[in-house]
Protein backbone atom coordinates (compact mmCIF):
# COMPACT_ATOMS: atom_id res chain seq x y z
CA UNK A 1 0.00 0.00 0.00
CA UNK A 2 1.46 3.25 -1.27
CA UNK A 3 -1.23 5.29 -0.75
CA UNK A 4 -1.50 9.04 1.42
CA UNK A 5 -5.27 9.61 2.30
CA UNK A 6 -6.91 13.33 2.59
CA UNK A 7 -9.83 14.45 4.17
CA UNK A 8 -11.63 16.50 2.68
CA UNK A 9 -11.21 16.42 -0.95
CA UNK A 10 -12.68 20.06 -1.41
CA UNK A 11 -13.34 22.83 1.76
CA UNK A 12 -15.16 26.30 1.44
CA UNK A 13 -14.87 27.93 4.37
CA UNK A 14 -15.21 31.36 5.89
CA UNK A 15 -12.89 33.39 7.15
CA UNK A 16 -14.05 33.54 11.02
CA UNK A 17 -14.11 29.57 10.62
CA UNK A 18 -12.34 26.95 11.93
CA UNK A 19 -11.80 23.79 9.88
CA UNK A 20 -8.83 21.54 9.90
CA UNK A 21 -7.71 19.16 7.19
CA UNK A 22 -6.64 15.22 7.98
CA UNK A 23 -4.14 13.03 6.34
CA UNK A 24 -3.90 9.38 6.61
CA UNK A 25 -0.77 6.99 5.37
CA UNK A 26 -0.30 3.21 6.47
CA UNK A 27 3.02 2.71 4.93
CA UNK A 28 4.78 2.56 7.92
CA UNK A 29 6.95 6.17 7.34
CA UNK A 30 8.05 8.40 9.76
CA UNK A 31 8.38 11.61 8.54
CA UNK A 32 5.06 13.11 7.26
CA UNK A 33 4.54 16.77 4.88
CA UNK A 34 2.25 19.81 4.99
CA UNK A 35 2.63 21.50 1.40
CA UNK A 36 0.94 24.49 0.02
CA UNK A 37 0.11 24.66 -3.58
CA UNK A 38 -1.29 27.37 -5.85
CA UNK A 39 -2.23 26.55 -9.16
CA UNK A 40 0.57 26.41 -11.96
CA UNK A 41 3.15 26.89 -8.96
CA UNK A 42 5.27 23.71 -7.30
CA UNK A 43 4.48 22.82 -3.82
CA UNK A 44 5.66 25.11 -0.86
CA UNK A 45 7.20 23.13 2.12
CA UNK A 46 5.18 24.18 5.13
CA UNK A 47 5.73 21.57 8.13
CA UNK A 48 7.41 18.70 8.29
CA UNK A 49 7.32 15.63 11.35
CA UNK A 50 9.64 13.24 12.24
CA UNK A 51 8.75 10.25 14.51
CA UNK A 52 5.54 12.22 15.46
CA UNK A 53 7.21 15.55 16.29
CA UNK A 54 7.12 18.84 14.46
CA UNK A 55 11.69 19.15 12.95
CA UNK A 56 10.51 21.94 10.51
CA UNK A 57 8.05 24.80 10.18
CA UNK A 58 8.68 26.66 7.11
CA UNK A 59 7.78 30.65 8.95
CA UNK A 60 3.95 29.51 8.51
CA UNK A 61 1.23 31.98 9.81
CA UNK A 62 0.01 30.66 12.89
CA UNK A 63 -3.29 30.71 11.51
CA UNK A 64 -2.19 27.48 10.42
CA UNK A 65 -1.57 24.74 13.50
CA UNK A 66 -0.52 21.04 12.35
CA UNK A 67 -0.84 18.13 14.80
CA UNK A 68 0.55 14.96 14.31
CA UNK A 69 -1.96 12.64 16.97
CA UNK A 70 -0.06 9.32 15.77
CA UNK A 71 2.33 8.04 13.63
CA UNK A 72 0.21 7.34 10.71
CA UNK A 73 -1.90 10.66 11.17
CA UNK A 74 -1.31 14.11 10.36
CA UNK A 75 -3.57 17.01 10.67
CA UNK A 76 -4.02 20.75 10.19
CA UNK A 77 -5.88 22.91 12.10
CA UNK A 78 -7.14 26.34 10.32
CA UNK A 79 -8.24 29.42 11.90
CA UNK A 80 -9.01 32.38 10.84
CA UNK A 81 -7.50 32.46 6.95
CA UNK A 82 -7.11 34.76 4.71
CA UNK A 83 -8.38 34.48 0.78
CA UNK A 84 -5.01 33.96 -0.41
CA UNK A 85 -4.91 31.27 1.52
CA UNK A 86 -7.05 29.52 -0.86
CA UNK A 87 -4.90 26.59 -2.34
CA UNK A 88 -4.00 23.03 -2.65
CA UNK A 89 -2.92 21.75 0.36
CA UNK A 90 -0.81 18.65 0.37
CA UNK A 91 -0.23 16.14 2.53
CA UNK A 92 3.25 13.96 1.64
CA UNK A 93 5.15 11.07 3.78
CA UNK A 94 8.14 9.56 3.76
CA UNK A 95 11.14 6.86 5.20
CA UNK A 96 12.92 8.74 7.62
CA UNK A 97 15.68 6.83 7.08
CA UNK A 98 17.62 8.54 3.92
CA UNK A 99 19.65 5.27 3.36
CA UNK A 100 16.63 3.37 2.31
CA UNK A 101 14.94 5.64 0.53
CA UNK A 102 13.79 8.99 0.24
CA UNK A 103 10.65 9.21 -2.39
CA UNK A 104 8.14 11.32 -0.88
CA UNK A 105 4.36 9.96 -1.75
CA UNK A 106 1.78 12.59 -1.93
CA UNK A 107 -1.91 12.61 -1.62
CA UNK A 108 -4.52 13.71 -3.77
CA UNK A 109 -4.58 17.03 -1.78
CA UNK A 110 -7.34 19.12 -0.72
CA UNK A 111 -8.70 21.72 -2.43
CA UNK A 112 -9.16 24.98 0.17
CA UNK A 113 -11.21 27.93 -0.59
CA UNK A 114 -11.55 30.28 1.69
CA UNK A 115 -14.24 33.56 0.85
CA UNK B 1 14.49 31.11 -3.38
CA UNK B 2 14.56 27.65 -5.89
CA UNK B 3 17.74 25.98 -6.02
CA UNK B 4 16.09 23.97 -9.01
CA UNK B 5 14.38 25.14 -12.16
CA UNK B 6 13.17 24.34 -15.62
CA UNK B 7 14.29 25.24 -18.65
CA UNK B 8 11.25 24.93 -20.17
CA UNK B 9 7.74 25.97 -19.23
CA UNK B 10 5.47 24.10 -21.44
CA UNK B 11 6.19 20.76 -24.09
CA UNK B 12 4.43 19.63 -26.71
CA UNK B 13 4.72 16.18 -27.97
CA UNK B 14 3.53 13.61 -30.84
CA UNK B 15 2.28 10.49 -29.18
CA UNK B 16 4.74 7.64 -30.28
CA UNK B 17 7.74 10.49 -29.84
CA UNK B 18 10.39 10.50 -27.14
CA UNK B 19 9.73 13.32 -24.49
CA UNK B 20 12.95 14.99 -23.38
CA UNK B 21 12.49 17.60 -20.01
CA UNK B 22 15.43 19.31 -19.03
CA UNK B 23 15.92 20.93 -15.51
CA UNK B 24 18.78 22.84 -14.14
CA UNK B 25 20.05 22.83 -9.90
CA UNK B 26 22.71 25.48 -8.19
CA UNK B 27 23.12 23.40 -5.45
CA UNK B 28 26.55 21.53 -5.86
CA UNK B 29 25.85 19.26 -2.64
CA UNK B 30 22.58 18.32 -3.36
CA UNK B 31 22.69 14.40 -3.45
CA UNK B 32 19.62 13.25 -4.32
CA UNK B 33 17.29 14.14 -7.28
CA UNK B 34 13.36 13.30 -7.53
CA UNK B 35 11.13 13.73 -10.73
CA UNK B 36 6.83 14.35 -9.89
CA UNK B 37 4.28 13.79 -12.33
CA UNK B 38 1.12 15.77 -11.22
CA UNK B 39 -1.73 15.75 -13.14
CA UNK B 40 -4.75 17.93 -13.32
CA UNK B 41 -6.81 17.93 -10.10
CA UNK B 42 -4.32 14.87 -8.20
CA UNK B 43 -1.28 15.35 -6.09
CA UNK B 44 2.34 15.08 -7.55
CA UNK B 45 2.77 11.33 -8.34
CA UNK B 46 6.81 9.73 -7.91
CA UNK B 47 8.39 8.88 -10.99
CA UNK B 48 11.82 8.21 -10.54
CA UNK B 49 14.69 8.92 -8.09
CA UNK B 50 18.53 9.43 -9.18
CA UNK B 51 21.42 9.81 -5.89
CA UNK B 52 24.28 11.52 -6.83
CA UNK B 53 26.88 8.98 -7.18
CA UNK B 54 25.10 7.88 -10.76
CA UNK B 55 24.40 9.14 -13.91
CA UNK B 56 21.83 7.35 -15.51
CA UNK B 57 18.80 5.21 -13.83
CA UNK B 58 15.94 3.72 -15.73
CA UNK B 59 12.51 2.95 -14.82
CA UNK B 60 9.42 1.77 -17.11
CA UNK B 61 9.79 3.71 -20.20
CA UNK B 62 11.38 6.74 -18.11
CA UNK B 63 15.43 7.70 -18.06
CA UNK B 64 16.80 9.92 -15.81
CA UNK B 65 20.15 11.21 -16.77
CA UNK B 66 22.20 13.23 -13.96
CA UNK B 67 25.23 15.78 -15.10
CA UNK B 68 27.24 17.08 -11.87
CA UNK B 69 29.09 18.78 -14.31
CA UNK B 70 27.00 21.38 -15.42
CA UNK B 71 24.49 20.39 -12.62
CA UNK B 72 21.30 19.59 -15.08
CA UNK B 73 19.20 16.91 -14.98
CA UNK B 74 16.74 15.14 -17.55
CA UNK B 75 13.96 12.78 -17.80
CA UNK B 76 13.10 10.95 -20.50
CA UNK B 77 9.91 9.40 -21.29
CA UNK B 78 10.00 6.54 -24.22
CA UNK B 79 6.94 6.46 -26.85
CA UNK B 80 4.75 9.11 -25.04
CA UNK B 81 1.00 8.38 -24.75
CA UNK B 82 -1.80 10.71 -23.86
CA UNK B 83 -1.69 9.97 -19.92
CA UNK B 84 1.89 11.35 -20.06
CA UNK B 85 0.14 15.06 -19.91
CA UNK B 86 0.91 16.48 -16.95
CA UNK B 87 3.05 18.73 -15.02
CA UNK B 88 6.48 17.47 -14.57
CA UNK B 89 8.17 18.78 -11.42
CA UNK B 90 11.86 18.09 -10.84
CA UNK B 91 12.75 18.62 -7.09
CA UNK B 92 16.16 17.94 -5.35
CA UNK B 93 17.13 17.13 -1.78
CA UNK B 94 20.21 18.30 -0.08
CA UNK B 95 22.63 16.36 2.67
CA UNK B 96 20.98 16.16 6.09
CA UNK B 97 17.95 17.76 4.51
CA UNK B 98 14.05 16.62 4.42
CA UNK B 99 13.24 19.74 2.16
CA UNK B 100 12.51 18.96 -1.62
CA UNK B 101 13.29 22.12 -3.60
CA UNK B 102 10.99 21.87 -6.44
CA UNK B 103 11.89 23.27 -9.85
CA UNK B 104 8.91 25.33 -11.68
CA UNK B 105 7.25 22.99 -13.63
CA UNK B 106 7.21 21.61 -17.18
CA UNK B 107 3.87 21.21 -18.66
CA UNK B 108 3.68 18.35 -21.17
CA UNK B 109 0.98 17.99 -23.75
CA UNK B 110 1.01 15.17 -25.84
CA UNK B 111 -0.54 15.53 -29.10
CA UNK B 112 -2.69 12.47 -30.56
Known amino acids: DTEVTQTPKHLVMGMTNKKSLKCEQHMGHRAMYWYKQKAKKPPELMFVYSYEKLSINESVPSRFSPECPNSSLLNLHLHALQPEDSALYLC??????????????FGPGTRLTVT | GESVGLHLPTLSVQEGDNSIINCAYSNSASDYFIWYKQESGKGPQFIID?????DKRQGQRVTVLLNKTVKHLSLQIAATQPGDSAVYFC???????????FGAGTTVTVRA
Open chain 2, 91 to 101: ADLGPNDYKLS
Open chain 1, 92 to 105: ASSQEDRITGYEQY
Open chain 2, 50 to 54: IRSNM
